[in-house]
């Protein structure tokens, strides 16, 4: 059996610079990844199945056996850390993990350039998840640039208990108006402090759909502001939310804040920012 991990992400930056032709978002995001983890596992078998109800993970493993013009199967399980549906890239991640893994378990040798180009297919966060670290993302999200690794930071995710509605992504897209656009410069300024190893300000960070998120989640604001008067400063959206996230100044601080979420029941985590795998 192979097993391999798959680790969530937050979005630094996430702006929108415009639209397609073809519907579609411009998008600049540096992307993060932390070490909160789902644990993958891979089993030969004579055709692909899955024993969780994955659709990224079924999407990856096809498109890779057609690239690689293989006819082998495999039987892939999943142990979930990462919460569904929250903003943290699990789906996304999961499908980069099953290119990794059925790569090695089929013995195709696909180099990470093969891998990004079948990850471009599956989603727009898949090919950043081959890359792990710290990323920017350009296009659609697909074009991934490497940068240099971001301060390790402790980081207290919170996912409030709001209802989520159907295609969540698409709805906060949806609700976007040109005045929401921006030109990449909140992203340019993170990148150029992480080339020059510059500490990135936690003010610099910025997500679009922090402004349209109370519509989308009804519900958000109350727990935004209660995440605050606990002790939360510089509160942010992590993707598509409706994770909401805040980075610590040390473990101390994270734990103290993480433990106040929990004794009002809330579902939090205390994670760490994740160095390229």
Not at 32 to 61: G, M, W
């Amino acid at each position: 059996m192979l097993t391999v991990y798959a680790y969530a992400k937050i979005n630094l930056t996430l702006e929108v610079l415009g639209i397609y032709s073809d519907g579609y978002h411009e998008v600049a995001t540096v992307l993060q990844e932390i070490d909160l983890k789902d644990t993958l596992f891979f089993e030969e078998h004579q055709d692909i199945r899955l024993k969780s109800p994955e659709n990224l993970v079924l999407k990856a493993a096809r498109l890779l056996r057609d690239a690689g013009k293989c006819n082998k199967g495999a039987l892939i399980s999943i142990e979930k850390g990462i919460p569904i549906a929250a903003g943290l890239g699990g789906s996304s991640s999961d499908a980069a993990a099953t290119l990794r893994g059925l790569n090695e378990l089929w013995g195709l040798d696909f180099s990470l350039s093969e891998l990004t180009g079948v990850a471009s297919r599956v989603s727009a966060d898949t090919a950043f998840f081959l890359y792990g670290g710290t990323a920017l993302g350009e296009g659609r999200g697909e074009r991934i640039t490497p940068l240099p690794p971001f301060v390790p930071s402790w980081v207290v995710l919170f996912r409030p208990p709001v209802s989520v509605p159907p295609n969540k992504t698409e709805s906060l897209y949806a609700s976007l108006n040109p005045s929401h656009f921006t030109d990449g410069q909140f992203s340019k300024k993170i990148v150029g402090l992480l080339r020059q190893e510059g500490d990135v300000c936690h003010t610099s960070l910025f997500n679009v759909f922090e402004k349209v998120a109370f519509t989308t989640f009804p519900g958000l604001e109350g727990y935004w502001q209660r995440f605050s008067d606990l002790g939360a400063g510089n509160i942010h959206l992590a993707g598509s939310g409706p994770t909401i996230f805040t980075l610590v100044g040390d473990k101390s601080q994270g734990d103290e804040l993480y433990h106040s979420l929990k004794r009002e029941g809330l579902e939090a985590y205390l994670v760490q920012t994740k160095a390229k795998h």
